[in-house]
């Protein structure tokens, strides 16, 4: 089932934009007014939002009907379904509370607001009932409990960095503005201080201006190398001078992910052997359905790893959960400040899930 999110000024431009995407056989599942836009909390503009959803795929009748109503008729029949459900919900209010019973509620506003997809709130609200059920319906469940441990139920254990799994070349991608250099910077710190491993870096990040400084910078702090590649054929010999080192980082260049040419660039500088470890570097200040594109685009090149960035900077830590539940990637670091070499930690499902549990305030 597709699902997806419009905002409009009125019922009637909804049911236009929803009849326009997803077609006349499309569910309305929720309304609400929201307000948008403002500073610091004034001038702000109500709009409506409503979720809707379709079947990709609708089930064809097998035999044609004796009565078959002109097109006409059916357009009207299906825009009459859509605004009886639209009515519905506004005489109920939220369509999703009457979903659940009223002690999970809380529950599923908490998940709402920590930024986890659609698909992966249903499938824990779905567990959440379950058990309520099951316990003979208390009234006031512990939920803060029963957040963390339907989370740690529904995420797998195997995506996340391991020992075994680590390779010579590490190398960061990702489009700009995400801190691919500074985290970088971080890895290769704790490479050489804490793992005593002897290191070199190669940057291909030619095209931003002041990279190759910002690097350098970074290379002499530690006293290291660093190799600068404008091409496959830089790259190869960089990767030779740079043979005696236990590990070697690879910086990349930052720039627009919807840029096709982005990525070929990528591939006609990098050589993506079997020994290049690649992490697709994202922001968690980026909306959840930007990162769905982010890594579309990226898997040309094939990253094994997410790393997550800016973790201190945003309340909604969600989108980690629904990479690791929706998309084949495991997750290897997460970001929390700016320090070089200290802010950043190695991604563990227990530590996320607590994290994440403790910043909801759920009860």
């Not at 990702?174 to 940057?203: C, D, N, W, Y």
């Not at 627009?256 to 079997?274: A, C, H, V």
């Not at 290897?332 to 910043?359: C, F, H, L, R, W």
Request: hydrophobic share 35%.
């Amino acid at each position: 089932m597709k699902v997806k999110k419009y905002q409009a000024d009125d019922m009637p431009e909804a049911m236009i934009k929803i009849k326009q995407e997803l077609g006349k056989d499309a569910v309305i599942l929720h309304s609400k007014t929201i307000e948008i836009g403002g500073f610091l909390g004034f001038f702000t503009k109500k709009k409506l939002e409503v979720i809707a959803a379709a079947d990709p795929e609708p089930v064809k009748p097998v035999k044609k009907p004796l009565n078959t109503a002109p097109p006409a008729v059916k357009e009207e029949t299906g825009d009459l379904k859509m605004e009886v459900a639209a009515l519905r919900n506004s005489v109920t209010g939220m369509h999703l509370k009457t979903q659940y019973p009223q002690p999970l509620q809380p529950l599923y506003e908490v998940m709402c607001g920590a930024g986890l997809s659609w698909e992966l709130t249903d499938t824990c609200m779905n567990s959440a009932v379950k058990r309520w059920y099951k316990e003979d319906s208390p009234r006031q469940p512990d939920l803060r409990l029963w957040m963390q441990q339907i989370l740690e139920a529904e995420i797998p254990d195997e995506p996340f960095l391991s020992v075994a799994d680590r390779k010579k070349y590490i190398n960061l991608v990702g489009p700009t503005g995400v801190g691919k250099t500074t985290t970088l910077a971080k890895m290769a710190s704790h490479a050489l201080l804490h793992e005593k491993k002897t290191i070199g870096f190669i940057t291909t990040d030619t095209y931003r201006i002041a990279a190759v400084e910002q690097l350098k910078t970074y290379a002499r702090i530690l006293n290291v190398t660093v190799e600068v590649a404008y091409s496959l054929e830089d790259f190869k010999k960089a990767c030779e001078k740079l043979a005696d080192k236990d590990v070697v980082f690879i910086d990349t260049a930052g720039r627009n992910y919807q840029d096709s040419e982005y990525i070929k660039q990528l591939k006609s500088t990098l050589d993506f052997s079997s020994q290049i470890e690649t992490h697709l570097v994202l922001s968690l200040t980026s909306k959840y359905e930007d990162m769905k594109e982010i890594i579309d685009q990226f898997k040309a090149i094939g990253p094994e790893y997410a790393l997550f960035t800016k973790w201190d900077e945003t309340k909604s830590h969600g989108a980690v959960l629904n990479v690791l539940s929706s998309h084949n990637m495991k997750v290897s670091y997460i970001t929390t400040g700016q320090d070089v070499p200290d802010d950043i930690k190695k991604a563990d499902k227990t530590g996320i899930i607590e994290e994440m549990v403790n910043k909801c305030h759920v009860q």
